[in-house]
Structures are given as structure tokens and as C-alpha cells.
Nanobody, 122 residues
Framework: QVHLVESGGGSVQAGGSLRLSCAAS????????MGWFRQAPGKGREGVAS???????TYADSVKGRFTISKDNDGGTLYLQMSTLKPADTAMYYC????????????????WGQGTQVTVSS
């Protein structure tokens, strides 16, 4: 059973930075496709960044140049370094993983964490 646990969320002022982590367990492979998503109140789940099994990285236009996704070599932890945060980045952030398919920024992944809240004040 794959288990994903996000951490690192919090409250920060606009222009600040946060680093989210997603600890993955329950599988031994390192080539899962993984991604970060966010959902603001009243809005749908939005893809933020993804990293495919071959290392291909995709970012949403809204975060390009500000967010960086990365993964430990052992595939155990996924990160999202967020800089120059804006109030529009306020949302619950989720990590997702899939052993078979790389969905990029589409929320079709099989496994999901419970989320970590990010709040950016102006």
C-alpha cells in the first residue's frame, strides 16, 4: 500500500519561500511518476509541477520560475521548493504518485496524500 505524507506547509508573507516535502512509502521502485497539486477553496484541483519516471519535469505556467520540483535519488521523498510566493498560491497542496502512468499535471494519479496547507498573506 503506497502511503504519501506531505509536510512543510505554513503561513508566509508574499515574497517568502516554503519547501514542501512528500514522504513516500509502501513501494520499492524509484521510478514512480509524481506530482504536486493544489486546491484553493471553491476551486478545482490544479496541477503545479510533475516529474516523470524518466525525469521529465513539467510546471504550470503560473509557477514557472518560482517553484522547483525535485526527488531524492531513492525516490522516497518528493520536494517542492516555492519562492516568491503570492497570495494566489494560497491552497491545500497535495502530492500524488502513480506506478504505471505519467499524467503530468492531470489529477489522474492513483495515490494521493492528505495535503498540507499553504497560506500566503499580502
Amino acid at each position: 500500500q503506497v502511503h504519501l505524507v506531505e509536510s512543510g506547509g505554513g503561513s508566509v508573507q508574499a515574497g517568502g519561500s516554503l519547501r514542501l516535502s512528500c514522504a513516500a512509502s509502501g513501494y520499492t521502485r524509484t521510478d514512480y511518476c509524481m506530482g504536486w497539486f493544489r486546491q484553493a477553496p471553491g476551486k478545482g484541483r490544479e496541477g503545479v509541477a510533475s516529474i516523470d519516471s524518466d525525469g521529465t519535469i513539467t510546471y504550470a505556467d503560473s509557477v514557472k520560475g518560482r517553484f522547483t520540483i525535485s526527488k531524492d535519488n531513492d525516490g522516497g521523498t518528493l520536494y517542492l521548493q516555492m519562492s516568491t510566493l503570492k497570495p494566489a498560491d494560497t491552497a491545500m497542496y497535495y502530492c500524488a504518485a502513480d506506478p504505471l502512468f505519467c499524467y503530468g499535471l492531470s489529477p489522474a494519479y492513483r495515490h494521493w496524500g492528505q495535503g498540507t496547507q499553504v497560506t500566503v498573506s499580502s
